[in-house]
């Protein structure tokens, strides 16, 4: 306990220690463990850049636009390749040399839903949740390469117990328990404007998940990756669990990953506007990079090529492949320093009094980590371009952009396209938009590949 005296003393968190003198020791274990947890030289470091100093994002100067795969290939020899990849695919998700990760770990304060984002109700008819539908498309993908596909969901600290009792309860949706694995990613304390970190309830610190990019050390920490490799696992084919319109193993783009020597490829989609809040692909001194939206500046993000088109137009989806062994590489020493992301947020906190706030305006920052922070470690980066009504539409909101209700048109339309190539008519508004509900099982049809 002296020890951890002086540790708040030293790195002006007095509050804390105060805080502790009213509470029963099984309490201050707790609290005494979280805090023995931080890694004090670092979070002062932290807490000087990020809270009280005024860091800003600088443009870099030496920035280009990458190159990508187009969605369909662009001559004769392009279609080759494209069949080629699209067979190897085939045969590493085949032999299960593929495995699927969701990182399922956020808190999804946006759309306000209690528990973990993954029990949300998504699809138009039955009402499944994302984590049912998901599971329904591995069950497909076992079906249809004849293979017993991994999956391995991220939870959180939080949300953890929760998600893997919502698994058990629901019998793991026909898939085999063993083939479902849980790893859960680290913390970060909530920081206040003042560099104090907060407390969450009398006996925690106020702690959030640490950003998608804990994902990568989260693997190594839990021997995930030591489990892959026993496995045969080669490639993990990674999204988010929001997002149920995703392929969750596209053939094509594990394909071209495997045949490029890939270590961490991307899709990407061509952004709707200079402004579409989608992080932006760029070339930076040689290596492919993403800049945040609301990091780029202005005038590059409205560029224009000579074709009259967006210079920077290829936005990141969060859909990637990684090569086992470079997460292997780069955790090996237990250590990854990924840059630190700020986010102004709302956080209850535990007062002087002893009282739950909940605050009304922001009152803490909190630092994440994002996965796509890896790219510029990984040789021959690719990037498959990807059409957005067959891929994309994350359920942030309730309502409006990037929501549950836009999410559930996408789903009626991509499902209405199905029912058109096999030669069905869809009742239609005159303005074009499909005029029924339509639900497909993705036991019955999967992608179109
Ligand atoms: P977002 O950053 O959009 O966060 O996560 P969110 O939790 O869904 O929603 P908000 O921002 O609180 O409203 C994108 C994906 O990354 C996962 C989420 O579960 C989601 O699938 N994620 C995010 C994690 O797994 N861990 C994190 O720490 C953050």
Redesign the pocket.
Known sequence: IMQINEILLQYGQKHILEHMTGLKDSDIDILASQISNIDWEEMSNLINKYVKGKEHFQAPSNISPPKYFTYQPENDKGKKYYQKAIEEGKLLISQGKVAILT?????????GFEGP?GKYPITPIKNKTLFQYNAEKIRKLNQKYSVELQWFI?T?PSNDAETQAYFKENKYFNLSPKSVHFFT?GTMPAIGFDGKLLLGAPNSLALS????G?TLLALKKSGILNLMKENGVEHISYF???NPLVSIACPLFIGLHKLENSEMSSRALIKTGPFEKLGNFCIVDGKLKIIEYSDMPNDLAEKKDEQGRLLFRAGSP?IHVFKVDFIQRLTKTGHLELPWHKAVKKVPFIDSEGELVKPSEPNAIKL?TFIFDALPYAENPLILEAVREEEFSPV?NQDGVDSAVSCRRMMIEKDAKKLELAGISVPKKPDGSIDCVIEFSPLAILDND
Do not use: C, F, T, Y
């Open positions: 990182v399922a770990g956020g808190q999804g304060s946006r759309l984002k991220m959180s990613q998940p640490n950003g998608h804990g988010q669990i929001d969060a994440e942030k």
